[in-house]
């Protein structure tokens, strides 16, 4: 089982990147959970309705606003687990998420590709998916699998299992995808149980994982409370990623955003832990600044690197695994 380098290490002298203070981490910590007791959550799916009000939260069903007690949101913290185990197909490929350990993986998704043999810059098809899967396999440097293309030689409404047949069936690594819903996620599941040797095996050995994004700001859509929920019934890694833009869907400043981000995340944990305590979860983010003049997200930059390692940060005092993008 792999078990990479540590990161943000203490030592005594040498260069170090300290983005918060321990103070600054509860002051943005206190802010969220301020947010979340008094302003709420948007959420859209009536289980998700159901499961918060059933859990101790103030649900508005004609508004679909949640607001969550404080106790609710740090008890879901503590319930979820500070190691996540991402099984491979092949076992020299498992990886362990605890504490400071930096693995890596490729980024999704890319909406065009070169042509192997034209050069020509192009819509991915599923055959692009297949290829990148074994490029991916091959590179050591990568740790586990995201889907870097998406398929668009297929119908849309099912996209999500051709990715997924595209990669569970080309690399021996850890396999993350973005199902699309609650039902695709199982049949996700189904596929990866036949790969594995049935579900038993599946629950010992979870060869996939899910990602999933609520909408900014404040916002659990149905699509996103499904993944959580099904996820979390599946005792499956369901890694929930914020995509905040700082100037557009958060506050300008860096600490209203990453309390708006923060909110997001330990809204879709604490849905996760009220729907099956202890299911493993990662605290995701793809939050950046916006370009003020382009109206766009930007990455590679100054910004965007100082966000993700305030985000790491944040997760590391919550002793949660975390994703963050990079550039």
């Given amino acids: 089982m792999k078990r990479n380098l540590h990161a943000d ?4 002298g040498g260069l170090s990147l300290n983005i918060l203070t321990d103070d600054e981490v509860n002051k ?5 959970l301020e947010l979340l007791d008094q302003t709420g959550v948007f959420v859209e799916d009536e289980k998700a309705l159901d499961c918060f009000e059933s859990g101790g939260a103030r649900v508005d069903k004609k508004t679909k606003m949640v607001q969550i007690p404080s106790y609710l949101v740090e008890e879901a ?3 979820a687990p500070s190691k996540v185990i991402l099984a491979g197909r092949d076992s020299k490929h498992d990886i362990v ?11 999704s998704e890319g909406v065009k590709v070169n042509d ?15 290829d990148s899967a ?3 396999d091959y590179l050591d440097e990568v740790d586990f699998c995201e889907k870097a293309l998406g398929a668009h030689d297929v119908s849309q409404k099912t996209v999500p299992l051709h990715n997924a047949e595209a990669y569970l069936t080309n690399t021996t690594k850890h396999c993350a995808f973005g199902p699309g819903n609650g039902k695709l996620l199982n049949k996700i599941l189904e596929m990866a149980a036949v790969i594995i040797g049935g579900f038993k095996k599946l629950k010992e050995r979870p060869i996939v994982s899910f990602t999933t994004c609520p909408v900014s700001p404040l ?14 019934k599946n005792n499956v890694v369901c890694n929930i990623l914020s995509m905040a833009m700082s100037g557009g869907t958060a506050p300008v400043s860096t600490a209203g955003t990453l309390v708006t981000h923060n909110a997001e995340i330990l809204s879709g944990i604490t849905l996760s832990q009220l729907t099956r305590k202890g299911a ?15 109206a766009a997200a930007t990455v590679g930059t100054p910004e965007c690197a100082l966000i993700s390692a305030a985000v790491a940060r944040i997760a590391k005092n919550y002793l949660l695994p975390c994703y963050v993008a990079g550039g």
């Fill in 9 to 12: 290490i203490q030592f005594n």
């Fill in 28 to 32: 943005i910590h206190l802010g969220t």
């Fill in 77 to 79: 913290i503590r319930s």
């Fill in 97 to 107: 998420l605890e504490g400071n350990r930096v693995h890596f993986t490729n980024f």
């Fill in 116 to 130: 192997l043999q034209t050069g020509e810059n192009r819509t991915p098809v599923k055959k692009d998916l297949a």
């Fill in 134 to 136: 074994r490029i991916i």
């Fill in 219 to 232: 916002k659990l859509v149905t699509d996103c409370c499904e993944i959580i929920m099904e996820s979390a």
């Fill in 280 to 294: 493993p979860v990662i605290y995701g983010s793809s939050t950046t600044a916006m370009d003020l003049k382009l």
